[in-house]
Structure formats: structure tokens, C-alpha cells
């Protein structure tokens, strides 16, 4: 569990093709609520 205030390092699979880069900033949102964001510093093919 992560908890407010920690930073981790995680991979994610997409299960639809979306368009990105090194740099982006992403928000992760389940149910209408914010509940992760982050950004990509690594695009493994």
C-alpha cells in the first residue's frame, strides 16, 4: 500500500494504444477521484 506523501517506482501495461513520451505527466483516476499521478521517465518497448 502507498500511502500519501511516499514515491515509488512501478510498470504498467495499457490495455489500449495511447500516444506518450519521456516527461509526461499522468494522473491516475478510479471512480471520478484522483488517486495516483506520476510521470514517465522510461518507455520500454
Do not use: Q, W
Not at 495499457?14 to 518507455?43: D, N, W, Y
Amino acid at each position: 500500500m502507498v500511502m500519501p506523501g511516499d514515491n515509488i517506482e512501478m510498470e504498467a501495461e495499457l490495455i489500449a494504444p495511447v500516444a506518450m513520451e519521456k516527461g509526461l505527466r499522468f494522473a491516475i483516476r478510479e471512480g471520478g477521484r484522483t488517486v495516483g499521478s506520476g510521470a514517465i521517465t522510461e518507455i520500454i518497448s
